[in-house]
């Protein structure tokens, strides 16, 4: 089963070893590696070409440990259980999401964000800050539906 997680990024991630993975990748297993190794079959769903025509996105094997300490599970409520009001905060979760992952990449990877002042760098960084907070706490109050 696929569940969504979050770190920096926000990532569909499916339990599989090392070894399944090579397998269904159609890979050789290297000889160096451990087949039973625990971990993840990581699908990034912001960015990155689609490596595997079964996916929309990059994909990729995290060690179970890595990617644990990395990434969070995102409760989601079942599709169309939750009632209107507790919808709207989900749907707020996952715009508020959105608009932090393009500020994190407008201050991380654009070459105007360096041209601006440094007090206007300073507050897009802090409304990343409050943002970042704001999406914690919605998550908080999604995970107490």
Known sequence: MTLLYEGTKR???TPMNRGDYNEYR???????ENPADEGYLVEYVDGGKANDSRHAGYISWSPRDVFERAYTLVPVPAANTAPPHQQRVIDEKAAR????QRLAAFIADSPIFATLPADEQARLRRQLDV????SVILGERIAAF
Not at 26 to 32: E, F, L, N, T, V
Not at 97 to 100: K, M
């Open 26 to 32: 159609g890979w050789q297993m290297p000889a160096d």
């Open 131 to 134: 943002m970042r907070e704001l």
């Open 11 to 13: 990532v569909h991630a």
């Open 97 to 100: 999401d959105g608009e932090i």
